[in-house]
């Protein structure tokens, strides 16, 4: 190897002031004599590009994958958006009648989807019944964050304030716990309606 | 009562204290990072119960170093070396009892079919599932424990403090917690809702084993049980090395050996009235031999 230079370094296996010989071809060894460093250091010059190289494939992979499970994350276990979309937004009301921004975002929401949409008025109760087994897909009707159904439902993003009893709590739209695709959808429309 | 330990050991102390200060940062940070990340997971609620409560061995670690270090008053007159035995039983207690709350809340929400809801959040201008932030978060918080574990458990193991060991036995497991926080929120990405209580429930499993093994090591010394190993209960080989040692010079006589805090205390049971005082045994852990007229045999 006509390029190596000799030069005299520490070797720490034996001691300071022994000389690294060389370097084995296959295994990358370094046996204790004297040293080769330019060779060493360009086979590790080389090795570190190969490393990089790979590093740079298995992360765009791992991104492509990720990439390739977001259009799939987050998935609703009960299958809330598959239902709806195509077919019928049904939204529980708990007040006479909805509030126009409530009314917009439903709209935008069964526009995302392209749906119907159908409005179904009661028993608050037998509402929230409906909306856990799945037969409702929202109750509405200036519902306040801190609700007592707040519990076992999901709760949507705030569409604004609402006065209660104890003052003021954030306005919100109940969904089917667990159904996180419905509710980022439900989320974006809220979103879109605000603006 | 402070004790000559050797230079060697008291530098690795020294070193040991000031990891645990960095450990009390990281871990501040980790705590508010994963809280604002939290929502209703509840693998993410119970990696970051953890997260909290791995902050109690860094403190306690530091309180028991100051405390090791008093001079004995007329109240206590043999000192404060069990202010770290005391320390590490409460560190113990806290682990199981979290650990078992949380294994029932995990199975209380399989068996009640909690489908867990994880919505959407704007960062930065994108609007992003917040799953994703979760992962991110739960990555953030097992890096700098694990790299601060396996820095600290050579420095338990040579100065054999148990806190120091059990924060970095759980800092080292801690990407454990990690992993299956990730997979528990991904999995609920993907429509398993089960997945998230499954994840909660092997965390905090994880937690209560290492709760329970910790009781038991703890008790043992606040019992004046015979000095145990750091990682399990299991006696400590000092106890025969001392015991053949002394069993050698004083043959016939029998040696009890305790606990407090990092050292050992030995009592010499001699059963003539040999009045020869035993003679110090070159082990830095050993802090006082002391002997007492007894019984020949311990049942």
Known sequence: ??????????????????????????????????????????????RGLALLKRMLQRGLTGAALVALAACYVPADPEGTTEDVTGSTLRVGLLTPELDP?????????????????????????????????????????????????ADHAALSDPLGVVMTYDGE????????RGENRFLVTANRAIKGAGR | MKYDVPDEIERKLRRAQRLEWWSIFWLVTIIAVMYFAMGSSQAMKTAWIEDTLSLLPPI????????????????YPFGFHRGGSLGFFLAASSLAAMGGYLLFSSARSLMMQEHPTIGNVTLFGWDIW??????????????????????KKPLARATMDKILYTDADMNAAD??????GIVGVIGVGFGFWWADAVAAGLISLDILRDGIRNLRISVAELLDGAPRKLDSAEVHP????????????????????????????????RHDEDATPPEAIDNWRVVEVTQELGDKDLS
């Not at chain 1, 709590?169 to 089917?176: E, G, K």
């Not at chain 2, 917040?130 to 820095?151: E, K, N």
């Open chain 1, 1 to 46: 190897m006509p390029f190596c230079r000799f030069v005299p370094c520490s070797c720490k296996a034996i001691g300071p002031g022994v000389e690294i010989w060389n370097q084995a071809p296959r295994t990358g060894l370094v046996l204790c004599h004297r040293a080769t460093v330019g060779c060493i250091c360009g086979r590790l010059k080389v």
């Open chain 1, 101 to 149: 921004l409530e009314d917009e975002v439903v709209a935008r929401l069964a526009g995302a989807l392209q749906a119907e949409v159908e409005v179904v008025t009661g028993d608050p109760h037998q509402l929230f019944d409906q909306l856990t087994h799945g037969a409702l897909h929202i109750l509405a009707g200036q519902i306040p964050s801190d609700t007592p159904f």
């Open chain 1, 169 to 176: 709590a954030d306005w919100v739209l109940l969904l089917r």
């Open chain 2, 60 to 75: 306690l670690f530091l309180l028991a170093r100051k405390f090791e270090e008093k001079e004995p008053t007329r109240k």
């Open chain 2, 130 to 151: 917040l799953g994703w932030v979760m992962v991110v978060a739960l990555i953030y918080s097992v890096i700098p424990p694990v790299i601060l574990g396996r820095m």
């Open chain 2, 175 to 180: 990407w454990k917690t990690g992993l299956a």
């Open chain 2, 238 to 269: 000092i106890v025969d090395e001392i015991s053949d040692t002394l069993a050698r010079r004083y043959p016939g006589h029998r040696a009890r050996l305790r606990e407090t805090g990092r050292f050992v205390r030995v009592d010499l049971v």
